[in-house]
């Protein structure tokens, strides 16, 4: 007989959907069925149909107003054996306080975002809110069937406070593909140079950061293109006509394929306080595009390997990141040298592998 198993989600876009989209589609249909549970829309809906996947798109604007309707879909099949995969902290912790006694049912806990995100705060009520998350984790993460994360740095940081046994299943990030040798007048010196960020724009992913560091060097021959969109964009872009940066710095809205922007790109640049596990990162380093990254506590850690596959700055002050420009500008092929290491360590990072982990997990349970 068929598990049911179920994917928890509040917000399903963006890096985070797009890797559970990924690893639901991935897994074996002959031994489950298939479910998504969010709140509001789901941006992959329509493929996840296609694909035999069940989504269950809730009306709330909270989860906590949506626990009833949840519990509801948990219990329709009593007589299956059920697997509840919550994703993110606040998400997990509701999960193994309302659903545990459903029938059949067995909760396994995601950590998707770097355990030091509650660390990090901005504001008091941030710091609130933060800190009793981390308590309720600390109390109920042992009571789940299983716990991962997606980075062995945030397992290490996630098992020293919960005194429990944590499983590294890397993010589905890498997609094997051939890609195309960039025009060759590129590395022209008087060629402008095209900086790319892919971001949602939101306080922890640091923008305003990654402004100041750019006025620092504006006279450098380059624009640096922002792809996404956010509750940050238009204070944004406020700063850039501040600074009367609007010829340096281009913002574009969300796109679903940024293949196009990668090859056009010379440089990736991420400023984020924390992470998951950046999955532009590894998009970047499988384009050929070199990257400059925070030390954002997760994923990257195992991307970058100390510095062996791109190079690591510190938040501290913007001159961090504008240096490590100008150092690119200045040797440009060391940049490129340590790109082209990174390929063999992308594909631990695969749809494959992260598949055979899942189904390794779930075969156990």
């Known amino acids: 007989m068929k598990k049911d198993i179920y994917f928890l989600l509040p917000v399903f876009t963006y890096g ?40 269950y798109e809730i009306n709330k604007t909270k989860l906590l107003y949506a626990i009833s309707n949840i519990k509801k879909i948990l219990s329709e099949n009593t007589s299956n054996e059920k697997i509840l995969i919550s994703n993110i902290h606040y998400a997990n912790v509701l999960s193994l306080i309302f659903f545990s006694k459903i029938q059949n049912l ?36 042992k009571r789940s069937t299983k716990v991962i994360t997606n980075s062995s740095k945030s397992s290490k940081d996630l098992e020293n406070i919960i005194n429990f046994k944590v499983q590294t299943i890397f993010s589905p990030s890498y997609l094997e593909k051939k890609i195309k040798n960039k025009n060759k007048n590129k590395n022209k010196k008087n060629k402008q140079k095209v900086f790319l960020v892919v971001s949602r724009l939101a306080k922890e992913k640091n923008i305003f ?8 060097i504006r006279e450098k021959n380059f624009i640096l293109k922002i792809i996404g969109d956010g509750d940050q964009k238009q204070k944004l872009i406020s700063y850039v006509n501040k600074l009367k940066l609007e010829k340096k710095i281009k913002f574009l ?39 400059l990254c ?27 990141l504008s240096l490590l ?27 494959n592998e992260c598949i055979i982990h899942y189904e390794n997990v779930l075969s156990k349970l």
């Open 106 to 141: 067995k909760i396994i806990v995601n950590e998707r975002t770097a355990i030091k995100e509650l660390d990090i705060y901005f504001g008091v009520f941030d710091f609130i809110k933060k800190k009793i998350i981390k308590l309720l984790i600390i109390f109920f993460y």
């Open 16 to 55: 985070a959907g797009q890797s559970i989209k990924r690893i639901v589609v991935g897994l074996d249909k002959q031994k489950y069925n298939k479910n998504i549970i969010c709140l509001g829309k789901c941006q992959f809906k329509d493929e996840l149909i296609k694909k035999g996947v069940n989504v």
């Open 294 to 320: 925070s030390k954002s506590h997760g994923g990257i850690h195992d991307i970058i390997k100390n510095n062996t596959y791109g190079n690591l700055f510190d938040i501290d002050k913007p001159q961090n």
């Open 253 to 291: 809205n969300f796109k679903s394929n940024t293949d196009k922007y990668f090859s056009e790109s010379d440089l990736f640049i991420n400023t984020s306080f924390f992470e998951g596990f950046p999955n532009s990162v590894v998009e970047s380093l499988s384009n050929n595009v070199p990257v």
């Open 325 to 351: 420009i100008l150092s690119y500008f200045k040797n440009e092929k060391f940049f490129l040298k340590k790109m082209k290491k990174a390929k063999k360590n992308l594909k631990k990072f695969s749809i």
């Open 209 to 216: 950061f990654l402004i100041d560091a750019i006025n620092l």
